[in-house]
Structure formats: structure tokens, C-alpha cells
């Protein structure tokens, strides 16, 4: 951070940055941060609450907006990797950081245009505060949770709607004397993503390998296109927001439009069907990164050489897992919440990628603390042909294998229609491990 008169190889003392331009570039970076917070989660909520779900037109694009959505930022994400990078490398850091700007204030004309035409919805008068209602809801529960069930609510079956069971999250049942139907009911959704979020951490775990140690296992290959052009290795994620792009059109527009005519569902797939396909594809992302690494390693040790392209199907498949994945759980988390709280579900699904990293963190440290003992090469040595990171990809292939299982279970405790949907999301993955399995024979 010097100053553009100053050249940074002579002046390094006496054109050092001011307290005053450090000050100013860390409240930059805290008001971007603050910025993104609000707007990632807002933006989502508000835009699909511009559609009637009761409409079966404007349910079925809803169910595309959020798809369309990520469209659009994989495009300005790799458009910023490709021009304003190269702007910032070669032009100006000041117009590197302009162009942004100047778009990001012609966004906001265009969304303040808009303003007299947006759906708002309308608070109903006399109804708590969401937050009070689920805490009554949970209290109520537990201040009875010595009651009988069978004493507490003598005729239960008026709690059910048509389809569904009386079994899960039963316990919560107890607070019907004192709460209303659909404050229960309320709790039970909201307590519902629980299982979810957790059996969700480890695909949250895998995206974080992506911009990391996928970047520093390309950093060892053969870049080179033509001599004189290296490929950064850091320029790969570009390769995952390709995907992306070219993913979202062929599923809204192919996959979605077929399964619709099938399924009768406006989403074409449940959103359990998607999420669980997407966590599928995470873990067979993570189990071809093994295998090139594996191969990696031994070209290395053999004194050969490998192309950097080797990992573009690893980055191609993690690309179609997002597809399915993340935007399932945006769509889960918007629509299995209260009204009132659906910024903060969406908050919920983005708190699963800081704990996803926080955990991959703490893998990683546990992990080379244990294996660099007693004088062994540690997973994660500093030189990779030494160190092991295709064990590490093994052992989140086998977690994702083993959290997927975990996501398919667990509909089985919520209701009978989820019951049917994880039947239907067991046969896709036997579906899907008859073709990894041919494909690995075939490697």
C-alpha cells in the first residue's frame, strides 16, 4: 500500500503508508464484509419472495430463480477473475477497483427503479414475534416433558395434517395445551434442518479444498500452455464457475422440464433429491482428486511429469455438486422456515460453509500434528511429492460417503412424506454407485 508516486523497490522506508491510509483501507474491507452480509442474504430472501408459491406458474420460477441466481454470480465471479485481475496486474489497482464500483452503483439504480413494483409482505396484526413463538414452543415442551403423551393430547391426530406421521418430533406434541397448531408445527421445521446442517458439514468441509489445497496441488504440475504462457494455478477455480455456468442452463432447462413431467413437482427433483445428488457428487469429486494424486505422486517420485489439466474433471465434478448442493440448500433453508425468519435460515445455510472451514482447519492441524510425529513425512508437508494429501482426499471421500448415508437417513425420523422421498434418493444413489463403480474399473 504505497503511495503511486513512490517506487516500491527504492522507497520503501521513506514512502511507507500513512496510519491514516491504513486506517482507511481496513474500514474498506469491514464495510465490504458488513456489505456482503447483508446483501447475500437479503437479496436471496427478498428476491424469491417476489413470487407466489401458491401460483403453480411463479412456484415453478421460484424454484428456477435461485437457480438463475447463482448463474449470474458465477458469471461476475469469473469475469472478475479473468478482467479485473488482469486490470489490477497490469493497468491500475484505482481502476481494477473503479469498474467494480461504478457497476455495483448502477445495480443499486436499477434496484431502487424497481422499488414501486417489488411484493412486500404484509405482517399480520397480533401475531408474536417468530422467535417468541418457537421458544414458547420449545419451553412449553420441556416444562412438560414428564407428561405423558397419550394423557397430554388425547385426540393427537388433530396436530397431523393428511400426510403426515405422528412419530417425529412427537415430544414437541406436548406443548398443544398452551400453543397453537401452527406454532408447532413451525418448531418442528425449523428443528427439522438440524439433521441437515449437520450431515451437511462435510461437503461444506470438501468446498473449502477447492481454493486451497487444490490450488497447491496444481502449483507442482506443468502449467505451461506454450512456451513463455504458465497457467497460475490459482486461475483453476475458474474452471468450477465454468461448470457451474454451464451446468445451471442444462439442469433448469433439460433435467428440470423432464423430471417435472414425471414428478408432477414444480422443482422437478425434491429439494432432499437435490442436495443428496450434489453431496454425492462432492464425494466422488474428492475420490478422483485422490486418484490423480495418487498418480501425481508417482510421477513425481519417478522423475516425470504431470499436466495441470489432470485436474480439471475434479474441479468439472465439484462444479455440478454445487449446482446441485448449494442451491438446494438455499431453496431448503428459505422454504422450511417461518416467513418472518427466512433471512435468518439463509444465515443458517451460509453459517454450514464457516463451520465447513473451521473444520477443515482443524482437520488439517490435527491431522499433520499426528502424522509428523516420530520423524514421519507429514499428509501435509511442505514438498507434496513427500506428503500424502491423496489420504487426506480418501478420508473425505469416505466421510461424504458416510454423511451422505446420514442425510438419506435422517427424513426417515421427520414424516412419512420424507420417508418417500429418502426411498426415492436411495435408489438414485445405488444408481449412482453402479456408475462410479464401472468408471473406477475403468481408470
Known sequence: MLPSHCNGLNHHVSCASSQFQVTLFF?????VAIGQGGFNLCLKVFGADQFDGNDQKEAEAKSSFFNWLMFGSCVSILLTRLVSSYIQENLSWSLGFGIPGVFMLLALFLFLLGTTSYRFSAEERGKK??????????LEAVKRRRQD?????????????????????????????TCELDE?????????LVPIWITCLVYAIVYSQSPTLFTKQGATMDRSISPGLVVPAATLQCVTSISIIVFIPLYDCLLVPTARSLTQNPSGITMLQRIGTGMFFSSFAMVVAALVETKRIQNARDDLTMSVWWLVPQYVIYGAADVFTMIGLQELFYEQVPSELRSVGMALNLSIYAAGIFLSSFMISVIDRVTSQSGQTSWFDNDL??????????????????????FLWSP????????????????????????????????
Open 385 to 406: 511429492n513427500q506428503a500424502h494429501l491423496d489420504y487426506f482426499y480418501w478420508l473425505l471421500a469416505c466421510l461424504g460417503f458416510i454423511s451422505l448415508v446420514s
Open 184 to 192: 408447532i408445527q413451525e418448531a418442528k421445521a425449523v428443528l427439522r
Open 149 to 177: 403423551l397419550d394423557i397430554a393430547i388425547p385426540n393427537e391426530t388433530l396436530l397431523l395434517l393428511p400426510h403426515q406421521s405422528s412419530m417425529p418430533l412427537r415430544f414437541l406434541d406436548r406443548a398443544a395445551n
Open 412 to 443: 426417515n425420523r421427520m414424516s412419512t412424506t420424507d420417508q418417500t422421498l429418502s426411498k426415492q434418493s436411495s435408489l438414485l444413489l445405488c444408481q449412482l454407485n453402479y456408475a462410479i463403480f464401472h468408471f473406477l474399473n475403468g481408470f
Open 27 to 31: 474500514i474498506s474491507l469491514y464495510l
Open 129 to 138: 414475534n417468530p422467535f417468541a413463538r418457537i421458544g414458547r414452543v420449545f
